[in-house]
C-alpha cells in the first residue's frame, strides 16, 4: 500500500539521495543518464515520493520547452520493496496534472527494449507503445517510444 507514502515537488537537493539509489533500484548501471542538472533545472516539474524520512520512489520530468504541447518524463523509479502498489501509478498522475494545468496535452517517456518492466507498467498506464525504433539513441541505441494523449477523454 501507498496510504503513508506523500508526494511533492523535488528540490535540487533531493538529487543526493536518489543518484545514490539508482543503480540498485533498476538493477544495473543507470545513473549516468541522470545528471544533476536534472533536479538543478526540472525540479519544479519532478516529484518525490516519501514515507517519513524515507525516500519511497520520485519521478523527474518536464514540460517540454521547444514542444509546447508535450511533456517528457524522463525517469520515474519505485523502491523496490514498495513496487506493485500504485505508487508509480501516483508519480505519474501527479505530473499529468502538472502537465495538463500547464495546457500539455501528450506525455512522452522512452525506454530501453530490455526494460519488461518497464514496457509492461507504461502499457498499464495507457501509453501507445512503439518500437522498438532502430538507432533511436545513435548507433545501436534502440528505444521503445511511448507516448500518452492527456486529452483522449
Ligand atoms: C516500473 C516501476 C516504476 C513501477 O512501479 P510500481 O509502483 O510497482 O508500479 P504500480 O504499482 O504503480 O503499477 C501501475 C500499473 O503498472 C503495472 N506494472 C508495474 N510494473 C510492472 C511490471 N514489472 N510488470 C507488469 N506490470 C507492471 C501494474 O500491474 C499496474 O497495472 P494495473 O493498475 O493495471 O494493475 C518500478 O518497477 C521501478 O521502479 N522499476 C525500476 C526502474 C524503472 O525501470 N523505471 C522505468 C523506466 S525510467
Known sequence: MTDDVRLRAAEPGDYDRIAPVVDDWWGRPIQGGLPRLFLDHFHRTSLV??????????LVGFLSPSVPDAAYIHFVGVHPGRRGGGLARRLYRGF???????????????TSPLNHGSIAFHRAMGFAVQGPVPDYDGPSTDRVVFELRLDAG
Open 49 to 58: 515520493a516519501e514515507d517519513g524520512d524515507a525516500l519511497a520512489g520520485f
Open 96 to 110: 499529468f496534472d502538472l502537465a495538463a494545468a500547464d495546457g500539455r496535452t501528450r506525455v512522452r517517456a522512452i
